[in-house]
C-alpha cells in the first residue's frame, strides 16, 4: 500500500501564475481534504471533497479550487498566485463511516512563489 | 469555533527522559482527537487516534489520553530517544466527515 502520494514534491512559481498540485488517497479511502501548512504553523483546512463534490470548505479565496475524480484522486488548483501562497500543501484522506476514521497525510508539496 | 492550543512551542530533554506534551481545546464537542509526528520538511505521520468516547490510546512507548470536559489531551513518551525529535501536533476533528483544526504543534529536541 503506497499510501497517500502526492505530485509534484516542489514547485517554484512567479506572482499571478497558475498551479495545480495533484494527490492519489490511500487505498480504500473516498474523502480528501486539502490544508496548507505555514512555515511555523499548523495545517489550515481549505476544503474536503467526497464522491466528487466540495463537502466543506474553509476560510479560503475562491483563487483556491478543486476537483476530485471517479477514482477519488484529487486536484488542488490555485489561480493568481501570491507570496503568501507560498507553503506546504498536505493531502489527506480518510474512510468515510470506517471505524475511527484515522486521517492520513501525504509527504506534502513545498510551493515557493516568488 | 475550534481553538487548539499546544504549549510549550519548544522543548528540549536529555536522552531517556519521561516527557509530556499539552494539547488544549476550546470546544469539547469533538469527535477524535489525533496525535501527529512532522519531520522537518515533510508530512504528517499518525501516532495516535483518541475517539470522543475513549479516555486514552497507547502505542509503544507512547500514551494519549483525552478529558474532553476540560479540553485538554496529553501525549505522554517514555524513555525518549534522539529519533524522537520532530515537531508534534494534535487535531481535533468536529464531526466524523469534519474537518481537522490543528494546533501550531511542539518542537521536540531529544538530546544525546
Known amino acids: 500500500d503506497a499510501g497517500v502520494t502526492q505530485s509534484p514534491t516542489h514547485l517554484i512559481k512567479t506572482r499571478g501564475q497558475q498551479v495545480t498540485l495533484r494527490c492519489s488517497p490511500k487505498?480504500?479511502?473516498?474523502?480528501v481534504s486539502w490544508y496548507q501548512q505555514a512555515l511555523g504553523q499548523g495545517p489550515q483546512f481549505i476544503f474536503q471533497?467526497?464522491?466528487?463534490?466540495?463537502?466543506q470548505r474553509g476560510n479560503f479565496p475562491d483563487r483556491f479550487s478543486g476537483h476530485q475524480y471517479p477514482n477519488y484522486s484529487s486536484e488542488l488548483n490555485v489561480n493568481a498566485l501570491l507570496l503568501g501562497d507560498s507553503a506546504l500543501y498536505l493531502c489527506a484522506s480518510f474512510a468515510l463511516g470506517q471505524a475511527q476514521e484515522t486521517q492520513y497525510f501525504g509527504p506534502g508539496t513545498r510551493l515557493l512563489v516568488l | 469555533k475550534q481553538e487548539v492550543t499546544q504549549i510549550p512551542a519548544a522543548l528540549s530533554v536529555p536522552e531517556g527522559e519521561n516527557l509530556v506534551l499539552n494539547c488544549s481545546f476550546t470546544?469539547?464537542?469533538?469527535?477524535?482527537l489525533q496525535w501527529f509526528r512532522q519531520d522537518p520538511g515533510k508530512g504528517l505521520t499518525s501516532l495516535l487516534l483518541?475517539?470522543?468516547?475513549?479516555r486514552e490510546q497507547t502505542s509503544g512507548r507512547l500514551n494519549a489520553s483525552l478529558d474532553k470536559s476540560s479540553g485538554r489531551s496529553t501525549l505522554y513518551i517514555a524513555a525518549s530517544q534522539p529519533g524522537d525529535s520532530a515537531t508534534y501536533l494534535c487535531a481535533s476533528r468536529g464531526t466524523n466527515a469534519g474537518k481537522s483544526t490543528f494546533g501550531d504543534g511542539t518542537t521536540l529536541t531529544v538530546k544525546p
Open positions: 470546544d469539547s464537542a469533538i469527535y477524535n
Open positions: 471533497y467526497y464522491e466528487e463534490e466540495e463537502r
Open positions: 487505498s480504500g479511502h473516498d474523502t
Open positions: 483518541i475517539q470522543s468516547s475513549q
